[in-house]
């Protein structure tokens, strides 16, 4: 799988790790940086990610900052991105399988490399169930513009 990834310089010692994980779990890697700890801006990462998965260019994302939260917001901001703050594992299981998420977002500061690892192979295998919830996932795409299926009722 094509992985783009990407942190500011709160996250940056976490995405390292996270990069050797993935490739040594045969994925490809696109680093959108940064390529040192020096002071960065999330935003300018998080939308470097969400636009290559958006634009198909990488099939999943992840992002890495203090708390993963200001990644999370921001790329949310670019429309077709469905990005998650994951914590643990169950929670990267349920946002892939009922929200089809596509960019998972971690904290750097506030969690522990083996438990994102734990998460992120979770988030990377899970796949979206669709049925009913393909329904609610078209209906966050029309709240961003990027969806094109009608709601019922509208």
């Known amino acids: 799988m094509k992985i783009a990834i990407g942190s500011d310089h709160a996250g940056y010692a ?6 050797g994980y993935l490739k040594a779990h045969g994925h490809h890697v696109d680093d959108i940086g940064p390529y040192d700890d020096q002071r960065v801006d999330y935003p300018d990462f998080a939308k470097r990610v969400a636009d ?3 634009k198909g260019l990488a099939q999943k994302g992840v992002l ?3 708390s993963g939260i200001g990644m999370a917001i921001s790329a ?25 998420a ?7 500061r506030s969690m522990g490399p083996e438990v994102v690892k734990d998460a992120l192979g979770v988030f990377l295998t ?8 393909a329904d609610r996932v078209a209906k ?5 513009g990027s969806g094109t299926i009608d709601v019922p009722g509208e």
């Open 102 to 108: 596509n960019v998972a977002c971690f904290g750097g």
């Open 52 to 54: 290559n998965v958006v």
């Open 64 to 66: 890495v900052c203090g």
């Open 140 to 144: 966050m795409s029309k709240l961003d």
């Open 126 to 133: 899970t796949e979206f169930e669709g049925g009913r919830h």
């Open 14 to 19: 976490m995405k390292q790790e996270l990069v």
């Open 76 to 100: 949310n901001k670019v429309p077709g991105c469905r990005a998650i703050t994951i914590h643990n594992s169950w929670e990267a299981e349920f946002s892939r399988r009922h929200n089809n």
